[in-house]
């Protein structure tokens, strides 16, 4: 038997080619492609799962689930604009604060949690509109800056509007569920995340592939070819700023619903650059990578604050090199690079 | 009746260097034009005034007798004007699939809401682009790399790949610049009788800048000859080959 061992390479013909690590990280993959059965399947287990998840844990773990759905709504509305359409934004966390305080001060004035989470959604739409229009004029670096302004001016700016803001004394907020719902402050916030988590996830999956997902890839790999197949640029950059504003306008909404308390100081640099940490980690121009971000930025700090209070920051600084250096495909890179062969090999019929 | 393209005394310059010195031009429906020219005749500059990449200071272009300079550049797209670029202009990181798919953005469907509801005209539409850029990739002998990343696949290649691109867009002016770049000469033969059947089939007229003389003459209805930004021949293909003026433009003029 031992004579087989060694005969087999010299009869598959040609060595393996060695590839170094780094270069197997870094290379573009195709997205996993598991037959249907498998990929119905796991929706139905995985949707399952996390719809039984507050029903059998305490209230924090489904505060912890809670907001990894909250940031993968923002890590799915940023990736449109930064991974799909190349337009950089260190700035999104004003418009998490704008529909947190959206949801603040509809419900101060009695709105009801459906119309506030509504606002939540449309008012940071049109500021992201207005801001958008001057703003995407400019490229890369400068946009960054604007961006970082609108997200360094953020917490001056709530306690300047004192009047609607209640200024660093914060609002407190009613996150109840409607009285005729048999469900703790916790569950109702989560299954409120859980729903508008996926349909965020499915209207995202829809915009990024086809014809608009083609004209993202256009407008951030070549400017001027995007015009020539006609697409209107400008037009294309202002919508997905817009459009990835409401995202974060949404999942700020919930975040001041599930702590029941919005101020100044929940929304200050750190969160935007979580949320640029998130994409990065995640994968850029993934839909998915969004969730593998969300459960990054929302555990990794956790368990390196545990060293040090002061470990976050510098965890996302080392992250961000590394990644850009060594993962630039994110989490969802590494998936593809490790599965992908293994789901290529299951049976079934694909789609 | 106004002609699909009608280019009148364009100028254009860059400071004090001028690309075009007031050429007239003009393309009918269906119709093949090669131009011509030695090297900075200012050939891709007239091309680009056409796709609106560059503003001419002074004279006209219309095309299907619409006034195209200051135009935006994607309505000019969707007047029918295609173009492939000289040093290619496909998407690096995105299939050859996903890049000639882009070519039908303007002729097909979807806006921002129905794409976000799936509306049954977006899945449709999506599905006739999938299937005409496939049957367009299996014509032009490209389907076996349809799944490949762009960037990995040669030069002759990614010309024809950017020419299925245009195609598809359904152009009804196509500029076409360099396809023969990079091909060897039986690739170039079988390149001119698929360009003039493809361009038949769908009642394109084409512009089209090549230096290789042998694929002008043998798919071009006519050709215009550009030397320092000025038309200096016109005609015949076979013709303005034999031309004083054209002979003296590429070989240099006697002191």
């Not at chain 1, 459906?114 to 500021?127: E, K, Q």
């Not at chain 1, 915009?207 to 400008?234: C, H, M, P, Q």
């Not at chain 1, 619903?257 to 750190?270: C, D, H, R, S, Y």
Request: include cysteine; charge should be positive.
């Amino acid at each position: 038997m031992s004579t087989d061992v060694t005969a087999a390479p010299k009869a598959r013909g040609e060595a393996p080619r060695r590839e170094s690590v780094a270069a197997w990280l870094r290379r573009p993959r195709a997205p996993l492609s598991p037959p249907r059965w498998l990929a119905i399947t796991s929706v139905v287990v995985g949707a399952a799962a996390l719809v039984a998840v507050p029903l059998v844990n305490p209230s924090y773990i489904n505060l912890t689930v809670t907001l990894v759905m909250i940031w993968t709504i923002v890590g799915l509305g940023l990736n449109l604009l930064v991974g799909f359409g190349g337009q950089v934004s260190l700035g999104h966390s004003a418009f998490f604060a704008i529909g947190a305080y959206a949801v603040a001060v509809g419900g101060e004035a009695g709105w009801g949690q459906g119309l506030s989470l509504l606002a939540a959604a449309v008012v940071p739409f049109v500021v992201g509109y207005v801001v958008g229009l001057p703003a995407l004029r400019l490229h890369g670096l400068q946009l960054g800056l604007v961006t970082l302004a609108l997200a360094m001016a953020t917490p001056a700016a709530i306690r300047a509007l004192e009047p609607l803001t209640h200024g660093s004394r914060g609002i407190s907020i009613d996150g109840d569920p409607p009285s005729w719902m048999p469900l703790a402050h916790d569950q109702w916030v989560y299954y409120l995340a859980l729903a508008l988590a996926a349909v965020a996830y499915v209207i995202t999956r829809r915009l990024a592939k086809g014809r608009l997902g083609r004209s993202f890839v256009a407008v951030r790999d070549a400017e001027l070819v995007a015009e020539t197949l006609g697409v209107n640029v400008w037009q294309t950059k202002t919508r997905l700023f817009a459009t990835s504003a409401a995202y974060a306008g949404v999942a700020g909404g919930l975040y001041a619903m599930l702590l029941e308390f919005v101020g100044p100081e929940n929304f200050n640099l750190a969160l935007s650059i979580s949320f640029v940490t998130l994409i990065v980690v995640g994968g850029l121009a993934s839909v998915p990578g969004a969730v593998l971000g969300a459960l990054f930025v929302q555990y990794v700090p956790t368990l390196t604050s545990d060293i040090s209070a002061a470990a976050t920051g510098a965890t996302y600084g080392v992250v961000l090199i590394l990644f850009a250096f060594f993962l630039p495909y994110g989490l969802v890179g590494l998936v593809r690079g490790s599965l992908g062969r293994l789901v290529a090999r299951i049976p079934g019929r694909r789609t | 009746m106004a002609k699909l393209l009608e280019v009148h005394e364009v100028r254009l310059s860059f400071g004090g260097l001028t690309a075009l010195d007031g050429p007239s031009l003009a393309v009918g429906d269906g119709e093949v034009v090669g131009l011509i020219g030695p090297n900075g005749a200012g050939k891709t500059s007239l091309f680009n005034c056409i796709s609106g990449l560059y503003r001419p200071q002074s004279g006209t272009i219309t095309v299907a007798g619409e006034r195209i300079v200051g135009l935006p550049r994607h309505r000019i797209a969707s007047l029918g004007v295609g173009r492939t670029f000289q040093n290619i202009g496909l998407l690096q990181s995105q299939t050859v699939l996903a890049n000639v798919m882009a070519g039908a953005y303007h002729a097909s469907r979807g806006g921002w809401w129905a794409t976000a509801a799936a509306a049954p005209h977006v899945r449709r539409s999506e599905d006739e682009t999938r299937a005409a850029a496939l049957a367009l990739l299996e014509e032009l002998d490209l389907a076996s790399v349809a799944g490949r990343i762009v960037g990995t696949l040669p030069f002759g290649t990614l010309k024809r790949i950017e020419l299925a691109r245009a195609l598809l867009g359904s152009p009804r002016l196509l500029l076409i610049d360099e396809p023969a770049n990079g091909l060897v000469h039986g690739e170039v033969i079988e390149l001119g009788e698929t360009l003039r059947r493809l361009a038949a089939e769908r009642g394109a007229a084409i512009l089209l800048v090549e230096h290789h003389m042998g694929l002008v003459t043998s798919v071009c209805d006519r050709v215009a000859v550009l030397d320092f930004g000025r038309l200096i021949a016109e005609g015949d293909p076979r013709e303005v080959a034999q031309d004083p003026a054209v002979i003296a433009a590429y070989l240099g003029r006697a002191a």
